[in-house]
């Protein structure tokens, strides 16, 4: 039987995911918790509820009807949910025509994850593109990683893992066999600071970072810039001069902060998120300078 992994999004046509045109398959579930996290659907391993109350129809009840343990409310053209009464059931979900209410996250085998992938075949050839595995966290879910990544090389595509690196460096040597790309997100170098905003050591993640570099595999390293977190001169010199002594790591992406995340995390769990902004442009222009000049190649991510 196949194995089940719980997957919260696939994207068809990515092409901000790794080279060419891609499928971006998203992992449900993270090991860390970052505050400013643009994908907070992607934290919990658990299947939850989104509420768009925009997206409501004023003169439908079809959810109402549906929700057998009363948890939904109407007001004017508004739908609310008592998340205290819901059961996850997914029945008013089914039933919304509007997506105002659905499920977030479910749960797929490899070969419905492969039936989706297939769809994008004839673009992965002619873009230099494949299949990436993001969340998340798609090392949280190792054993279904390891068998849709085998299944993508079985059919000849292109893989990468957009990974935070926190993982056993057992799972990380198993998955760097079988992945050609690995998108690495290094957010702190002070552990300390790594601990009290994230809520993890970042030891084993720089511990794998280099672990890859060892295998001698393909790595972008990926440096989320959000304003008061890490965009200040001392955290972008303790950057640079890790990823320097690392070695192996030649392309790096700055990924200025956006603010698309604060919208799902009210939708999904009802609780405003932690405010944060994007640096100055004129220090990621900085940024990107001070890094090539220490020979990285250097682009600027979405």
Known sequence: ?????????????????????????????????????HNPEGLSQEIEIMVKAGLCIAECRECLAACRPKAL???MKSVRLNRALCTLCGECAEVCPTEAVRMVGRRMTVSEVMTEVEKDRVFYGQSGGGVTFSGGEPLLQPQ???????????????????????????????IARRADLFLYDVKLIDDSRHRKIVGES???????????????????????????????????????????????????SLLPYHALGKGKSWRLHGKRPAVFQAPPEEFVAAARKELEKRGFEVVRGE
């Open 1 to 37: 039987m196949s194995r089940l992994g719980t997957v919260f999004d696939i994207r068809r046509y990515s092409v901000h995911d790794g080279p060419g045109i891609r499928t971006t398959v998203f992992f449900k579930g993270c090991p860390l918790r970052c505050p400013w996290c």
């Open 73 to 75: 409310s109407k007001s």
């Open 144 to 174: 279904f990683l390891r068998e849709v990544l085998d299944a993508c090389r079985e059919r000849g595509f292109h893989t990468a893992v957009d990974t935070c690196g926190f993982a056993s460096p057992e799972i990380m040597a198993d």
């Open 202 to 252: 970042n030891g084993p993640i720089l511990d794998n970072l280099r672990g890859l570099v060892r295998l001698g595999k393909d790595i972008m390293a990926r440096i989320p810039l959000v304003a008061g977190v890490n965009s200040d001169e001392a955290s972008l010199r303790e950057m640079a001069d890790f990823l320097e002594s690392v070695g192996g790591i030649r392309r790096i």
